[in-house]
């Protein structure tokens, strides 16, 4: 009968999570480690995106990280655009050191009609660059303002119209439309109060409870609070009211940059296997090789990026003089181990003419393997000479 309908008693569970949304949580968490709370944040404006809940006048979400260098701010940025565009270059990246001066505002919307270089002048922010890594499905922009402490109060301003209006107006009068981006902001303000003696280790401390399973409630909320005061003495209370989500990134512990370690040697093969001279190889590292490099990476200070940088320096870098000797071919296992006096790395071929498909077993099962051409399969080496061998 019209009018008719069933009525039912069943209770909702509203902390569960669409498919999409626990998509990006997991995509997230695999590539930044130990920063749960801004996972969680992203997750969270994300799923009121797709619900359409969101404010239509604003832009989808406006975020401001804080925290020590090295905790992983950018790379949050980059891991949503990743994510979800499937390219860690659709960020636009807004280096807030080069606009420390009010006219330097020209480079981003561009010099108005009658002032010298205004055709010269393209803005940074414009609608073409905004939506330049929209694809069929997802059209998101991403866009990342770093260490927006730098900036001049001219761009703070500016920002206001964005944040809140999800508008921007060029120098020539034209309207871009930031009603489908995600705005971030980085700064490491608070950042030395949370690296004292006195709380600087406990953070250290907590982030290793935290790997374990225990939080430390009180100490994670006087970290917090000291990134979040840190930005209100700064910014004027307008700017900060428009911010949708203030994420104060934890200093990293041992823990946290073991799983690093893991991840960033991951990225060194993946590149391997990727690389333009097309002669992929496999390298290991035993266990003491590294714990080498966890104990050279370590610094409270400046956290994941001196990491990277000791593997860049120990073990990127010697692998590249070994390429281009020659001593290292495709198809080659290489092992690095600790050397004889504790001090550096060494490097043995182990095995060599290994096939794709046994190298690919050997790796992170992520890793993105080249074509290879139809004329061998078997061997990497000789897919290399068949794939540059002149056609006939």
Not at 290 to 314: M, P, Q, V
């Amino acid at each position: 009968m019209k009018g008719e309908f069933v009525r039912i008693n069943k209770r909702l569970d509203p902390a569960q999570t669409g498919t999409e949304a626990e998509k990006l949580q997991s995509n997230l968490k695999k590539r930044v480690v130990g920063q749960e709370e801004a996972v969680m944040q992203i997750v969270n404006i994300y799923q009121m995106h797709l619900a359409g809940m969101g404010d239509s006048g604003r832009p989808i979400g406006n975020f401001l990280f804080l925290g020590p260098t090295g905790s992983g701010k950018t790379r949050m940025v980059e891991a949503t655009a990743e994510s979800l565009i499937g390219d860690v270059r659709a960020v636009v990246k807004i280096d807030c050191a080069e606009f420390q001066h009010s006219h330097e505002i020209a480079k981003l919307i561009g010099s108005p009609p009658g002032y010298l270089g205004h055709r010269e002048t393209h803005p940074i922010l414009s609608q073409e660059v905004l939506n330049h890594h929209h694809t069929e499905k997802v059209k998101l922009s991403f866009v990342l303002f770093d260490e927006i402490e730098k900036a001049s109060d001219a761009l703070w301003n500016l920002l206001l119209g964005i944040l809140d209006k999800a508008i921007l107006t060029l120098g020539d009068n034209r309207r871009v439309d930031f009603s489908r981006a995600l705005i971030f902001m980085t700064s490491n303000l608070g950042a030395s109060e949370m690296l004292q003696p006195n709380l600087g280790f406990a953070a250290g401390e907590a982030a290793r409870q935290q790997a374990a399973g225990v939080v430390d409630k009180k100490l994670d909320d006087k970290i917090s609070r000291a990134g979040v005061e840190a930005a209100r003495r700064k910014f004027p209370p307008e700017f900060i009211n428009r911010i949708d989500k203030v994420v104060v990134f934890k200093p990293l512990g041992e823990a946290e940059l073991r799983k690093i370690l893991t991840i960033e040697l991951s990225i060194v093969q993946q590149r391997i296997f990727n690389s333009a001279n097309g002669a992929p190889f496999v390298f290991l590292l035993t266990e003491a090789a590294r714990e080498f490099l966890l104990r050279e990476g370590t610094d409270l200070k400046y956290g994941a990026r001196h990491l990277k940088r000791t593997i860049d320096r120990l073990l990127v870098h010697p692998l590249s003089n070994l390429i281009t000797s020659e001593q290292v071919r495709g198809g080659d296992l290489i092992c690095v181990a600790l050397g004889p006096a504790l001090s550096g790395l060494t490097f043995y071929k182990t095995a060599e003419d290994m096939p794709v498909y046994v190298m690919a077993q050997m790796v992170d099962k992520s890793i993105t393997l080249p074509p290879l051409p139809a004329a061998d399969s078997k061997s990497p080496r000789a897919a290399t000479v068949a794939a540059r061998s002149p056609r006939r």
